[in-house]
Structures are given as structure tokens and as C-alpha cells.
């Protein structure tokens, strides 16, 4: 039998055909809502006071771990 006469690559094409067709069919999520929302989200927490906050508690934290130590 010659390759081209090859019934399993007829096969093989009618699969990947199919494969092809489904992947078409299956519809793209808009993920643009999400993608708002997650911006929102993080301009909200790179604010001056977002981030005065953090240092805030940082030296806090090492304050009270000087004067744990030291004590």
C-alpha cells in the first residue's frame, strides 16, 4: 500500500479537522470586566496612603523586634 493511499492518514486529517472546527466553536471569554476590576484593585492599593501605611507597619515591626531584643 502506497502513503498516499494510506487510510490512516485520512484519518488522522479527519481528526485534525474535526479538532479544528470544535476549537472554533468554543467561545473566547471577555475577560474584560475582570481586567477593569484587577486595575481598579491595584491603582487602589499604589496610593500615598497605601503605601504610607505599609512603611508604617514595616517599622513597627522592626521596633518592636529592637525592642525585644534589646530589652
Known sequence: ?????DP????????SQALREQ???VPVPDVS???QQRLQ?????SGVGYVVAQVLLVCA???AG??????
Not at 490512516?8 to 481528526?15: F, K, S, T
Open 1 to 5: 500500500m502506497s502513503e498516499a493511499n
Open 8 to 15: 490512516r492518514d485520512a484519518d488522522a486529517r479527519a481528526l
Open 23 to 25: 476549537e472554533r466553536q
Open 33 to 35: 470586566e475582570a481586567l
Open 41 to 45: 484593585a491595584e491603582t487602589r492599593d
Open 61 to 63: 515591626l522592626l521596633a
Open 66 to 71: 529592637a525592642w525585644y531584643f534589646w530589652r
